[in-house]
């Protein structure tokens, strides 16, 4: 099995969630009084809404808690019918535990259509007896008022430097391995805040076994191609003073080498909808470049220059 950090670290307890400390004394608090009203978790991906669910699905019900527990996710292509039937299934079934009350965690709920939030909120009523909702989603705006006004809204907020670090430290030890505050310091950069993208880098990196700033920068431009495509895009559309400052940034911040970059920029450039022709001379210029650096250009001179070949490019066609 593959053993995949986010999962293996995955909070159990409501005390494991970092950094959300008032929405956990609030849930702690519907806990103590065994019950619960229905709730909105908003906020960015990664900061532990799910986790937070399942965490207090287990403080409520214990080792019997997936019995007591449906996740559905409303941007299910199937529709809401299927997620209406869905639900119905788990709630007519009675609850097997002393609360009375089973869980039914939505994700993505800001993805569903007004009209199917309207004809989900006749469900939540339905079954108000025997289920509780949560629904994730990244805006509470996106949801109808009605649902809005039946739901305690909770906030969650992109992770702090330090809960975030903390709980990363914590991590390398139990696994095994060394990481220095300049590594961590990337990572909690590239993250956003985002405790799922910070740990899956994490994990990617200590694989590679060369635990260091640059490498980070690095292998999180591969999960994320934005800024390779920024660089094409800008330098394209003859933004050359913002694609050298990105590309500043890469090598000077990220610690990206020339080849680095080009690498990058070539795999993000065979999925850009750009003109065909300017593709292929775009290609043409990152081997040649490629080449030059190899050869002992330096990267500065070597790297201005294709953003300038390709601003050309950009220019050449209309
Ligand atoms: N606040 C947190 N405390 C501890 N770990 C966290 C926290 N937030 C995220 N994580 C880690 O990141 C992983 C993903 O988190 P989770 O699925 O709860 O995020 P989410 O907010 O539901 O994201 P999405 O909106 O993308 O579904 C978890 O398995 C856990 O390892």
């Given at each position: 099995?593959?053993?995949?950090?986010?999962?293996k670290?995955?909070?159990?307890?409501?005390?494991?969630?970092?950094?959300?400390?008032?929405?956990?004394?609030?849930?702690?608090?519907?806990?103590?009084n065994?019950d619960?009203?229905?709730?909105?978790?908003?906020?960015?991906?990664?900061?532990?809404?799910?986790?937070?669910?399942?965490?207090?699905?287990?403080?409520?019900f214990g080792?019997?808690?997936?019995?007591?527990?449906?996740?559905?996710?409303a941007?299910d292509?199937?529709?809401?019918?299927?997620?209406?039937?869905?639900?119905?299934?788990?709630?007519?079934?009675?609850?097997?535990?002393?609360?009375?009350?089973?869980?039914?965690?939505?994700?993505?709920?800001?993805?569903?259509?007004?009209?199917?939030?309207?004809?989900?909120?006749?469900?939540?009523?339905?079954?108000?007896?025997t289920?509780?909702?949560?629904?994730?989603?990244?805006?509470?705006?996106?949801?109808?008022?009605?649902i809005?006004?039946?739901?305690v809204?909770l906030?969650?907020?992109?992770?702090?430097?330090?809960?975030?670090?903390?709980k990363?430290?914590?991590?390398?030890?139990?696994?095994k391995?060394?990481?220095?505050d300049?590594?961590l310091?990337?990572?909690?950069?590239?993250?956003?805040?985002?405790?799922?993208?910070?740990?899956?880098?994490?994990?990617?990196?200590?694989?590679?076994?060369?635990?260091?700033?640059?490498k980070?920068?690095?292998?999180?431009?591969?999960?994320?191609?934005?800024?390779?495509?920024?660089?094409i895009?800008?330098?394209?559309?003859?933004?050359?003073?913002?694609?050298?400052?990105?590309?500043?940034?890469?090598?000077?911040?990220?610690?990206l080498?020339?080849?680095?970059?080009?690498?990058?920029?070539?795999?993000?450039?065979?999925?850009?909808?750009?003109?065909?022709?300017?593709?292929?001379?775009?290609?043409?210029?990152?081997?040649?470049?490629e080449?030059?650096?190899?050869?002992?250009?330096?990267?500065?001179?070597?790297?201005d220059a294709?953003?300038?070949?390709?601003?050309?490019?950009?220019?050449e066609?209309?």
């Open positions: 099995m593959i053993n995949i950090w986010t999962e670290y995955r909070p159990k307890r409501l005390d494991d969630v970092i950094g959300e400390d008032e929405n956990i004394n609030t849930l702690k608090s519907f806990v103590k065994g619960l009203p229905h709730l909105i978790f908003a906020g960015p991906a990664g900061t532990g809404k799910t986790s937070t669910a399942i965490a207090l699905t287990i403080e409520l080792d019997d808690w997936k019995e007591n527990f449906l996740e559905l996710n941007s292509e199937r529709g809401i019918d299927i997620i209406r039937n869905n639900i119905k299934d788990f709630a007519k079934i009675r609850p097997s535990n002393k609360l009375g009350f089973k869980i039914i965690f939505l994700d993505e709920a800001d993805q569903l259509t007004n009209e199917a939030q309207a004809a989900l909120r006749r469900t939540m009523e339905m079954f108000y007896s289920t509780r909702f949560i629904f994730s989603c990244n805006y509470s705006s996106k949801i109808i008022p009605p809005q006004s039946r739901c809204v906030r969650f907020r992109p992770l702090d430097k330090e809960a975030m670090e903390r990363l430290r914590e991590i390398a030890k139990n696994e391995f060394d990481i220095d300049d590594s310091d990337a990572i909690y950069e590239i993250s956003d805040g985002d405790m799922r993208k910070a740990i899956n880098v994490m994990q990617a990196i200590q694989s590679t076994g060369e635990i260091k700033p640059s980070i920068y690095e292998i999180s431009g591969e999960i994320n191609k934005n800024e390779y495509k920024n660089l895009s800008l330098s394209l559309n003859g933004a050359f003073s913002d694609a050298k400052s990105l590309l500043d940034k890469m090598l000077v911040d990220y610690g080498s020339g080849i680095d970059i080009i690498r990058g920029m070539h795999s993000a450039i065979r999925n850009e909808r750009i003109a065909n022709r300017q593709k292929l001379e775009i290609l043409i210029a990152l081997a040649e470049f080449f030059r650096i190899s050869q002992g250009g330096s990267d500065n001179v070597q790297m294709l953003l300038a070949r390709i601003s050309y490019i950009g220019s066609i209309t």
